[in-house]
């Protein structure tokens, strides 16, 4: 079970990688976290921690051995960032989805007027990391 102290950015964005990745019941089969910095440490602005991905096609057999770099097999989902406090996640697709069900679940949601448009979804705390799933979950259903 997850505490509800922690409260530090780089360990909830770990928390989330290990829920999304570690995952394989459900549609959470199709996701894997890719692309990660371990060198990112937080900042007041954020830092891209990583990437989570959707498979076009079935499920994500071997998530994290791609066969090269540049060899994509799935589509980009949302970007997790790690500030100091928190973990930030963009969602790129989906985003009225996200926004619903954060916002559900009591976690802060606001749009990112980008082209296109992004939503964003802070976790704040270890315990929030579960909420923050539900969300990933249905945006994945969305845009399934």
Do not use: C
Not at 82 to 108: I, K, N, S, T, Y
Not at 112 to 137: H, W
């Amino acid at each position: 079970m997850v505490e509800d102290s922690v409260a530090d950015g780089r360990r909830i964005a770990e928390l989330l990688a290990s829920e999304v990745d570690g995952r394989v019941d459900g549609i959470l089969d199709t996701l894997a976290v890719v692309n990660p910095d371990r060198s990112v440490e937080g900042s007041p602005d954020g830092e891209r921690a990583y990437d989570i991905e959707r498979a076009v096609d079935g499920s994500w057999e071997d998530a994290r051995t791609r066969h090269a770099p540049e060899e994509s097999r799935g589509e980009l989902l949302a970007e997790v960032y790690v500030h100091e406090d928190r973990a930030r996640v963009e969602f790129r697709e989906g985003q009225d989805a996200a926004a619903e069900v954060a916002g559900e679940r009591g976690l802060r949601v606001r749009p990112k007027a980008v082209e296109p448009p992004r939503t964003l979804v802070f976790v704040e705390n270890g315990a929030e990391v579960k909420r923050a799933v539900d969300a990933v979950e249905a945006v994945t259903e969305a845009v399934a």
